[in-house]
């Protein structure tokens, strides 16, 4: 039984995962392989700063947060094991700040130690005056990725440089089931109008300091357009861009501005360090 | 009298900051810090700098609490400026653990502290010896940053800073006027105080830049607190010992200690050994002390003792230094006309 993954960024590697840890034993001579034309550190997964912490609203859809919940709880069994710096896993603790209140969110239960913030807490954030405080987890892609391959390649599953044109060329090759997790370029595969690209651009510093994140929310313009700090194990990510429909990969010398200005208002912290250069 | 001169023994954190409050308190005042250590040297540069208070038992309870909130005030205005990360001062979130719930289930800070509260069941469960636990946000002082940024803020106010030891507070009568005593455990010898008494603290400082968050346990024994450049592993309380020689059996207890709290420190890189020798007394010596030989008088402030509870205080008690060296200069100005000035 051949059975084929599109897409080799955290979806693709932990579905492979998933299915050879579930399937290998039920299945005899259960062949699993991973096609890609992009592997990290060049996939989608590696430009995520890797905060789990999952959209506000989950819009009613209680499988997502039965998706979420599983996920943070999987990741949270593994942060004593042997393997988690080499997973990139660890804890983060810190802030999402609102300008006025809100619902809590459909993972307040799913994270840590969830609470509002307290009004000695907002007074370090001019300008927002609700807040939540909690801890969540970190998952580095630039160390996931690398490990998820590791395991698979451990487990004897191959991997295919290549560009998949179409899901018939595979199954005109014998294999039998394709998983198609191919990402943002799924369009290609099957034309899907839902699946737009929400483009971002980030600033990375070196500001060791930053022990928190900060993820500021403007309810009017929407998700992550307004800036982030989430400091990572080696480097802050700055951000505050999506550009939905935008497919431009190139940088934008005016989202590397008002990223810089927005996080340095939010941080005055920040002001010492200078960026590395885009790219 | 012509501007006071003023001598500041000790160049630690509470040497540092005391002359610094007493340059803002007095700007016509001339001082000058005197000490045969310096940053990199001293018993600070071996702390982690955290703001979490040591209770002294000798001191009035709502003083502590008000030099704390004193000290906390002060850091979280830096901690929120561009200066942050030259003085080194940085936000940390993390727990205080318990293997049984302690008697006082809420300390003194509680509330000078941010979001204290207890922790959930769900994050107990990270610490499966642990059956109560302390959750907040405090600040710390990274060293030698914030000993270096003190060092810069005195430089241009004017204060000079020499490397000389002081063997005897006397020797300094005919050039200055005032004396500050922020010697810590120098004090011991220095004026002979046998109340003083060394607690050695042994320390690793290992690289593990995924720790974002302190971990301690409420014995004050063992504790994990990430810093700007690496996260200081603790530690001990060995007292009346006066070694500063690392012990290699008490650097494994150490390590042990702290990866079974967080086990992903196995992988921490380029582990270094400190050892400190805290100064600690049943309560902080802060008080005014004329020292007198042949009809010359020398006042002298003592601020030293600070024990575990250094950083926590610092500036608290440093204001408090800073009044008290007014009141010798208010003494003195008072005197009559065949004093020494």
Not at chain 1, 84 to 109: C, H, I, R
Not at chain 1, 154 to 177: A, I, M, P, T, Y
Not at chain 2, 31 to 53: C, E, H, K, R
Request: net charge neutral; charged share 20%; hydrophobic share 35%.
């Amino acid at each position: 039984m051949r059975v084929a993954v599109i897409g080799a960024g955290v979806i693709g590697l932990s579905s492979a995962l998933c299915i050879h840890e579930q399937f290998h034993g039920l299945v005899s001579s259960l062949e699993l392989e991973i096609y890609a034309d992009c592997f990290t550190p060049h996939t989608t997964s590696d430009g995520a700063a890797g905060l789990w912490q999952p959209y506000l609203s989950d819009l009613g859809n209680l499988q997502e947060t039965l998706w979420n919940k599983e996920t943070f709880d999987y990741l949270l069994g593994h942060l004593h094991s042997p393997a988690a710096q080499e997973m990139g896993l660890f804890l983060l603790s810190g802030y999402n700040l609102f300008t006025e209140p809100v619902p809590d969110p459909s993972w307040k239960n799913i994270v840590l130690g969830f609470r509002n913030l307290t009004p000695k807490e907002l007074e370090l954030f001019p300008g927002y005056s609700y807040g939540w405080f909690n801890t969540a987890l970190m998952l580095e892609g630039r160390s996931y990725l690398p490990w998820l391959t590791n395991r698979l390649t451990q487990r004897g599953v191959k991997f295919f440089h290549k560009k998949v044109e179409s899901f018939q060329e595979l199954f005109s090759q014998g294999v039998d089931v394709v998983i198609n997790c191919s990402g943002m370029r799924s369009g290609e595969l099957q034309p899907d109008p839902e699946l737009q690209p929400g483009r971002g651009q980030i600033i990375k510093v070196l500001a060791p300091w930053v022990k928190h994140f900060i993820i500021t929310h403007d309810v009017k313009s929407g998700i992550y357009k307004s800036p982030y700090v989430i400091p990572g194990s080696e480097f802050t990510v700055l951000g505050g861009i999506y550009q939905h429909g935008n497919w431009s990969e190139e940088n934008s010398a005016q989202d590397h501005k008002t990223i810089w200005e927005s996080c340095c208002r939010l941080l005055p912290a920040l002001q010492i360090p200078r960026a590395l250069p885009p790219g | 009298m012509a501007a006071p001169k003023v001598a500041v023994v000790g160049a630690g954190v509470i040497g540092l900051s005391t002359a610094l409050c007493i340059v803002e308190a007095c700007p016509s005042c001339s001082v000058t810090v005197l000490s045969d250590q310096f940053s990199p040297n001293t018993t600070s540069d071996v702390a982690a700098g955290m703001l979490i208070p040591h209770t002294y038992p000798g001191t009035p309870i709502h003083m502590q609490k008000q030099w704390f909130k004193e000290t906390f005030t002060y850091l979280f205005a830096i901690s929120n400026s561009a200066e942050a990360s030259e003085a080194g001062i940085h936000l940390v979130s993390g727990w205080q653990i318990f293997r049984s719930t302690p008697k006082e289930e809420l300390p003194f800070w509680s509330d000078a502290v941010l979001g204290f509260r207890p922790m959930s069941e769900a994050e107990l469960q990270k610490f499966p010896q642990y059956r109560f636990g302390q959750a907040f946000t405090t600040l710390k002082c990274d060293c030698p940053p914030y000993l270096l940024w003190l060092e810069k803020r005195l430089k241009a106010a004017g204060v000079q800073t020499y490397n000389r030891k002081v063997s005897d507070l006397w020797e300094l009568h005919s050039e200055y006027d005032i004396v500050v005593n922020c010697t810590g455990i120098g004090a011991h010898q220095l004026v002979g105080d046998k109340k003083l008494f060394p607690v050695r603290g042994q320390v690793l400082k290992v690289y593990a830049p995924w720790v974002k968050n302190f971990i301690r346990d409420g014995d004050g024994l063992t504790y994990i607190y990430p810093g700007i450049h690496g996260v200081t592993l603790g530690g001990t309380r060995e007292k009346e010992s006066w070694s500063l020689s690392p012990n290699p059996d008490t650097t494994k207890d150490i390590f042990d200690r702290c990866c079974s709290l967080e086990p992903s420190l196995r992988e921490a890189q380029d582990i270094k050994v400190k050892v400190g020798l805290r100064p600690s007394r049943q309560s902080v010596r802060l008080q005014r002390e004329v020292l007198s030989q042949g009809g010359v008088k020398l006042p002298v402030v003592h601020n030293y003792g600070h024990g575990a509870g250094g950083f926590s205080v610092h500036r608290g008690t440093a204001k408090e230094a800073a009044r008290l060296v007014g009141e010798c200069i208010a003494a003195l100005r008072g005197s009559s006309p065949g004093a020494k000035l």
